[in-house]
């Protein structure tokens, strides 16, 4: 008996194979109609690939659009640093502008002979206070350069001060802007028939211009004209720029006129300064000499 059953087992194992190849090589046949079974099980594998195709393309393309975030995230960071480089760049270049220009103001002043009677000892802003901004400034300049109390300071623009104090290395100038009505300036207006003086007695800060008391009031002053030092305060040396006159009005007696004097420099930006000093008049003894003779 089980050797019978193991025959039978084995027979039908043949058959099946018989079957198999049959069914395979009836599937290689071209030009035929499926059978219900393949149709199904073809079916069957197309709905599982539909299924599952969708979803893999949507993992497949999240991952890729990561990546793609990624480089361009980089490339945004390179980007970034390259435009703060240009702005640094751009940035240095119109500080090297702004100084060169500075630069050529100042040697313009020197050129043209305004200075070529004065000493201007030149200086570079070190320090202004925020609570007095347009009052004191503190100069790299000292007694071991030469500075002295009340020398004139200005820029290449025009006057902005004189020395209020100095030590060995620095010096603080007193602007024309501070409440100081002892911060007297003796001044002259250029005129079509002549000069006027006057006395900068006050700065004006609604009108950001300086206050002029006009000792002459036959001449008529107008505006547009240029206001300077006349020298004869004995401080400020004669000629140094200080402003045009704004307008003219008398003052509140109606005994003088105020002319408000609209500065040439700007108080309210000061970097590089000249300290002018002022030179004595040298006196000749031989002319002294035949001065007196003559006498």
Not at 70 to 79: F, G, V
């Amino acid at each position: 008996m089980p050797q019978f059953l193991l025959n039978k087992r084995l027979i039908l194992l043949l058959v099946g194979v018989i079957i198999l190849v049959a069914l395979i090589g009836f599937s290689l046949k071209d030009e035929r109609n499926l059978s219900w079974p393949e149709q199904f099980i073809k079916d069957t594998t197309g709905l599982v690939q539909s299924v599952f195709h969708r979803p893999a393309q949507y993992v497949a393309g999240f991952f890729e659009n990561i990546q793609e975030l990624k480089n361009t995230y980089k490339e945004n960071e390179i980007l970034r640093s390259q435009l703060n480089q240009y702005m640094q760049l751009k940035e240095r270049m119109q500080r090297l502008e702004e100084e060169n220009q500075k630069l050529k103001e100042e040697l313009g002043i020197v050129n043209e002979g305004k200075l070529s009677h004065y000493e201007a000892i030149r200086g570079t802003v070190i320090a202004r206070n925020p609570d007095k901004w347009n009052e004191l400034i503190i100069i790299d300049k000292g007694e071991l350069h030469g500075v002295e109390k009340d020398m004139a300071v200005i820029t290449a623009k025009g006057l902005i001060g004189k020395v209020k104090s100095t030590s060995q290395f620095t010096s603080t100038i007193q602007l024309l802007s501070a409440p100081d009505r002892e911060n007297r300036i003796s001044a002259v207006v250029t005129t079509d028939n002549g000069k006027v003086f006057g006395l900068i007695e006050g700065y004006d800060k609604d009108t950001k211009a300086l206050e002029m008391k006009i000792i002459e009031t036959d001449t008529e002053v107008k505006e547009k004209q240029m206001v300077s030092t006349s020298g004869m305060g004995g401080v400020f040396p004669e000629g140094l720029l200080i402003g045009e006159v704004m307008k003219v009005e008398p003052d509140s007696y109606g005994l003088t006129k105020i002319a408000y004097v609209q500065p040439a420099a700007d108080f309210y930006d000061i970097d590089r300064v000249m300290v002018v000093k002022r030179e004595a008049p040298i006196i000749d003894l031989n002319d002294l000499t035949n001065k007196e003779e003559k006498e």
